[in-house]
Each structure stands twice: as C-alpha cells, then as structure tokens.
C-alpha cells in the first residue's frame, strides 16, 4: 500500500455565512511538490491552515504520515508554513530571523550557527547575515522568510502565495530556486498560488480549486492537454471552447461538420464541450482547414501573433501564430485530430424555460453552465439573445444561443426546433411557467 505523508479526508470547512471547503480528498506522497491552484476566494488558505494547524474543520480528518492529526496543534507538527506576508522580524538582523527557532528550541550556539550557515548558502544569502532585513530587497526577504522555515528541517513545506508580492522578473528566479531547494532537500511542498503559469512550471501534481471543491487532480501536462471541465480549460491557458455532439467514437459533430478526434467512449449522440488551445490551429487559404472565417484583431505578443477569427457562425476562434494576418481578411483554420479534447458538459444547474420565437412559445430547458453561471445566479429571468448553432442529441433538439450584449452563450434543450433567423427571447425559472405579459400556449 502507498504511503502518503498528508492525507484530507472529507474534509469540510463553514464559516458562518460560507462554505470555504467541501468534501475535500487529498493524498499527498513523500517529497511531492503539489500546488493547490484557483482564484482567490477558492478556499486554497483555508486548505493551508487546516493541514498547518491553524483551522480545525467542521468535519473530516488530517492525516500525517497514516497518524489521525485533526486535533494536534500547529506547534506539535512536523511542517513549517511560509505565508504570503512572510512576516520577519525588522529589527533583526537576517541571521537572528533564520535562528529564531532554533533559538526557541535551545540548540547549542554552535549547531545553530551551523545550520544558519547552510541555510544562507542554500537561498544564496551568504554575505547578508548582519543585515537587517527591513534593508533587504523584496526577493531576500522572501529567500528569508523561505530559510527560516526550512532550518526547522520540516518533512513539509506550507507555502501560501510565497512569491506574491514580487515582481515578474524576480518571481521567475525564485520558481527556479524554490523547486530546486525542494528537490535537493528531498521536501514535500504544498504549495498555493493563482497563477496558472507559476502552478505548471512548478509542480508535480496541481489541484485545481473552484468554490472549495476539488475539479481536478492531475500532473501539469494532463491538467493543460486534459482539462475534465470548461472551468478547469479556462482557468489554465487559453482556449478555444465550443459545443458539440459525439456522433460515434473518434467523430464529433461541431459547427455542423464532423472532425475526427482521439477520444472514446462517449454516450452515442451525447452533447458535449470541446477544447482547442490557440497554439494548436493553424492559418490556412480559405477553402483549407476545418474552419474559416475572416481575421477581427490581431495583437502581437512577443513570441507570437494572438489573431481572433470570427467564423460563420459568430464563433471567435483565438489563434497563436508566429505569422501575421491582416485584419478583415478571410482564412481557413486548421488543426489536427488530436488537437481536440473533449469534454462532458457539466451544467451546473438546468430551469426550466420559455422560449419565445417569433410569436411561437416553445417549452423546453435552459442549461446554467460554467460559461453562463456567472450571468445567471438566480433562479428566475429573461434572456434576449440570437441563435447561434442547432444539433440533435439523444431524441432533442440542442440550441446554442449567444447575448451579444454580454458575450454569453446559453444552451436550450427543446422538443421544437427553434429558427435560425429570429431573436430569441428566454424566461427561465419560476417565471417561465407565467411570463408576466403572456400566458402559456
Ligand atoms: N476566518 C474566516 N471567517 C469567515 N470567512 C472566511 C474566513 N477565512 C476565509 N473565509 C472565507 O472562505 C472562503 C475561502 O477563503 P480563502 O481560503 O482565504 O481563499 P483563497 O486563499 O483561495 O483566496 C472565502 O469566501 C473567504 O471569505
Ligand atoms: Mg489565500
């Protein structure tokens, strides 16, 4: 059986007016170098300070090493937690930050100016140690700060944003550093960050976070080629992300055209999200590729071209590309098979709707996704909004449509078919049933 050093079970976390965490799983292995990724309110601190000791959850269990360690404080365990604010003390010198607790611990003199001397060679301080480090620079004090957690020698490194509040150059540097230190020192690290390009360099593994719950678990390369949801392709990388139908394995319907793809194992005709990353299209002639439309922006990145492509059916393709293209000018898109992922669509929620056309009133439903749930967060509205793509899935009839006004797409699940022509006006939820100006059929 694997051992894990860290180990959440079912772990919960309520405030009084919020769940930070739910149902968190998380099994950490020896000298792992893991990164809890999400946007800032995701519960990623939280998660930090249950496993530090500083927080105790409403339900579940922590394990250290097997060992039930839910109630043991944070003094009496082996890890070390580097905040963001990283916290030195600004009348001592940088030596007397880094002993500071062996100091508490009485070690002799000797040992501890021993192990402040590796220390400082170690995060390249030699030189500094009389300095005070209210003097020092943004970057050494974090290399402090970094020091004087790891010359506690814990078998697990807490950092919370370490590299925060450094600038983009310095930032880079200290990535380097840090997972060297980690892979020299044979230290596990959690790690938390919410920067998406910090997370992928870094880690042997990435947590990605969403309202306190756990999306995805996998290495770097899985999480970016792989991503399991729309929030999970969006939040790393750009992405090129749009609706479409498994005709058969290997065939997806999308833009009502069939691409090959490498993926398996679907329900036949089941609806379903597709990814493709920007840097894997390439621009063609017109007439080439899987897709065409006509070029809307162009900026240049440095390495790269980033080039929006409008195509005909009001998708904006986001393409990278080394070559420049002139902007209203028409071109074909083009990608290889398994440039596709493919997705299950996740709605969040479904509410029943109203769908009017052109004078006709069609029932049907309207899928909350993580594309739309930010617009929607109540139960009940109206939506005006265009038709953008129809296909049938599993006996229905599926409906993309799109509100310009606030560059959303929705997705309808009908009996009827709706037009490609007129605008489409949504009542969702309870107020579907009864739309106050009209009755119902
Ligand atoms: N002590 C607290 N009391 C009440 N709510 C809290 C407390 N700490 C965190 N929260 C809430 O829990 C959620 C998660 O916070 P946090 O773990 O700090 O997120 P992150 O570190 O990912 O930005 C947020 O909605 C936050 O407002
Ligand atoms: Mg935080």
Redesign the pocket.
């Known amino acids: 059986m694997e051992r894990y050093i860290l180990e959440l079970k079912d772990v919960s976390m309520r405030?009084?007016?919020?769940e930070?965490l739910t149902g968190i799983n998380l099994k950490i292995k020896h000298k792992e170098f893991v990164t809890l990724l999400?946007?800032?309110?995701?519960?990623?601190?939280?998660?930090l300070r249950i496993l530090g000791g500083f927080l105790t959850p409403t339900s579940g269990k922590v394990l250290f090493d097997g060992k039930d360690i839910t109630d043991l404080p944070a003094y009496q365990r082996k890890l070390n937690t580097v905040f963001q604010k990283y916290a030195l003390f600004p009348h001592l010198n940088t030596f007397d930050n880094i002993a500071f607790g062996l100091k508490i611990k009485k070690l002799p003199n000797d040992v501890i100016k021993e192990k402040v001397k590796a220390m400082l060679k170690l995060v390249n301080l030699e030189g500094f140690e009389r300095r005070r480090v209210q003097f020092l620079s943004g970057g050494q004090q974090q290399r402090v700060a970094i020091a004087r957690a790891l010359v506690n020698e814990p078998e697990v490194l807490l950092l919370?944003e370490p590299l925060g509040a450094l600038d983009l150059q310095l930032r880079k540097d200290m990535q380097l550093e840090l997972k060297r230190m980690q892979q020299r020192l044979g230290i596990t690290f959690l790690y938390?960050t919410?920067d998406q390009e910090e997370a992928l360099t870094m880690s042997d593994r990435i947590i990605v976070?969403k309202e306190?719950v756990i999306q995805q678990d996998d290495t770097p390369i899985k999480v970016y080629n792989e991503p399991i949801n729309h929030y999970v392709a969006d939040f790393i990388g750009e992405a090129n992300m749009l609706y479409g139908v498994m005709r058969d394995d290997y065939a997806v319907e999308c833009e009502s055209l069939i691409w090959r793809c490498t993926d398996r194992g679907y329900e036949k005709d089941q609806f379903i999200e597709l990814v493709i990353r920007p840097e894997d299209l390439e621009m063609v002639p017109e007439g080439q590729g899987k897709a065409h439309g006509i070029v809307e922006s162009v900026v240049f990145k440095g390495v790269h071209y980033e080039i929006v492509v409008r195509d005909d059916t009001g998708y904006d393709w986001i393409v990278q590309n080394t070559k420049n293209a002139e902007i209203g000018s028409r071109m074909g898109i083009d990608f290889s098979d398994d440039a596709i992922q493919i997705m299950k669509v996740s709605p969040e929620y479904m509410l029943p709707a109203v769908i009017e056309q052109a004078g006709r009133k069609i029932e049907g439903e309207l899928w909350i996704t993580q594309d739309s749930e930010d617009y929607v967060k109540s139960g009940s509205g109206k939506l005006d909004t265009r038709f953008r793509l129809h296909t049938d899935s599993q006996g229905k009839h599926i409906t993309t449509v799109y509100a310009e006004d606030i560059r959303r797409t929705w997705v309808l699940r009908t009996d009827e078919q709706l037009y490609g022509t007129d605008p489409i006006i949504i009542r969702y939820g309870s107020g579907a049933d009864a739309p106050d100006d009209a009755e119902v059929r």
Not at 15 to 18: Q, V
Request: proline share 5%; with cysteine; net charge negative.
């Open positions: 405030f009084e007016d919020a930070a999400g946007p800032s309110g995701c519960g990623k601190s939280t998660m919370d938390v919410h976070m306190g």
